[in-house]
């Protein structure tokens, strides 16, 4: 190993998480939690997420240890992403929720993957390619209740569903929908849409059409935690399977954090008082004060606004980041801490009791956990353990 920065994925944990997910289904569902839309009485099934290289982690490795804990099926943004998990041997269905471009539509049949039709003309064109290979396809349906970004219009359906409905070449294996809201208790839309998928699946979908007993999903993490009435068939939590929980949410399940990030002090100096450190002369110190250099920076995806207030843990202690944030490196004030170079830095995890984890420094620099994790650099080397 070359880079002192690494991230440890820590797979037991990942299968640990997805057990805890599917033993809290099955209990609650076991003790009658009212489900709409008549759900069957089973537990709802698990989509393991693993986009966007499963939220940073290493979507290989990532998949097959959620299909090896069980995973119903996985779910991926686009056809590259589901390729690579295919690659990786992945064996289990695997949904890919994003919009295909025509070029895509090849990948679809030679790497048996069911896809989301979220146009008509999507609808189309994958029924053609069915036809032209002679098969049928096997696809998700996606319904827009008012997110406004990908699937058919729920108030539209009369006039969508039909054609797609009546497309030979096309299996209609499921439908689904997606809340825009579902971290936020007070947001009324929440409900609004559940209705709306409701309504759906009550009144448009079993009138004679060949859906039926399609997957019904809607769950995403939050949706999955606030609400057992959204579970339906199957739940589709991505977020926390890396044992981090949406905020502003909590939850006793017992998850635990998947990603760690460590890396070493490679330089300790001490610094005058008034003199500065770092690109535009950001900090100055007050006192007599002992600096250090981490080997992780913005190319590693550290953002910016974490000097000044964003923290490592040296020696088991919160040391401030300070000031500011470059392309390779940070610097941490260490002052009055007994370290030295080549001790461990954690950035994100556990040292000798004290924890960051990647919630507080979302909340730290104003943005959410899943940017923190998706935006670690592919320069860091994922270490599985
Ligand atoms: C990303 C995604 C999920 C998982 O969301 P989490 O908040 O990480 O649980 C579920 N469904 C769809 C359609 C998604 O894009």
Redesign the pocket.
């Known amino acids: 190993m070359i880079r002192s920065t690494v991230a440890h994925v820590d797979l037991a944990a990942v299968q640990s998480n997805f057990l805890a997910i599917a033993e809290f289904l099955k209990t609650a569902s076991m003790i009658g939690v009212p489900q709409s839309g008549g759900a069957p009485p089973q537990p709802p099934g698990v989509?393991a997420?693993v986009?966007?290289n499963a939220?940073g982690h290493g979507a290989p490795r990532v998949a097959l240890a959620l299909q090896e804990a069980g995973a119903t099926m996985l779910?991926c943004?686009d056809i590259e992403e589901a390729i690579a998990l295919r690659s990786a041997g992945v064996t289990e269905e695997i949904l890919v929720?994003g919009a295909l471009g025509v070029s895509d539509l090849a990948g679809v049949f030679e790497y048996k993957l069911t896809p989301t039709i979220s146009t008509p003309s999507a609808g189309r064109a994958l029924n053609a390619a069915a036809q032209a290979r002679n098969t049928r396809l096997r696809c998700h349906l996606?319904i827009d209740t008012g997110m406004n970004r990908l699937g058919l219009r729920y108030d539209n359906l009369a006039r969508t569903l039909p054609e797609l409905l009546d497309s030979p070449n096309l299996e209609l294996a499921g439908v689904?929908t997606?809340f825009a809201t579902?971290?936020d208790p007070e947001h009324a839309l929440f409900a609004e849409q559940r209705e709306r998928f409701d309504y759906v699946l009550n009144t448009l979908l079993p009138s004679g059409f060949n859906l039926r007993p399609g997957l019904r999903h809607a769950?995403?993490?939050?949706?999955?935690l606030r609400d057992a009435r959204v579970w339906f068939d199957l739940v589709?939590?991505?977020?926390?399977?890396?044992g981090v929980v949406?905020p502003p949410l909590h939850t006793t399940l017992p998850l635990r954090p998947v990603m760690s990030l460590t890396s070493r002090l490679v330089s300790v100096k001490g610094v005058r008082p008034g003199e500065v450190v770092g690109y535009g002369a950001l900090w100055k110190a007050t006192q007599p004060s002992r600096i250090a250099t981490v080997p992780a920076g913005y190319a590693d995806g550290l953002d910016m606004r974490l000097a000044g207030s964003g923290h490592v843990l040296v020696r088991g202690r919160r040391a401030p980041i300070i000031g500011s944030v470059s392309m390779d490196m940070i610097t941490v004030d260490i002052t009055g801490l007994p370290a030295d170079t080549g001790d461990e830095v954690v950035i994100l995890g556990e040292q000798e009791g004290e924890r960051l984890d990647v919630r507080e420094m979302a909340a730290a620099i104003g943005t959410s956990p899943?940017e923190i994790l998706c935006r670690i650099g592919t320069r860091i080397e994922r270490i599985y353990d």
């Open positions: 989509i997420v986009k966007a939220y779910a943004a929720f996606k689904y997606h579902a971290n769950a995403n993490s939050a949706a999955m589709r939590p991505g977020l926390l399977l890396y949406p899943y």
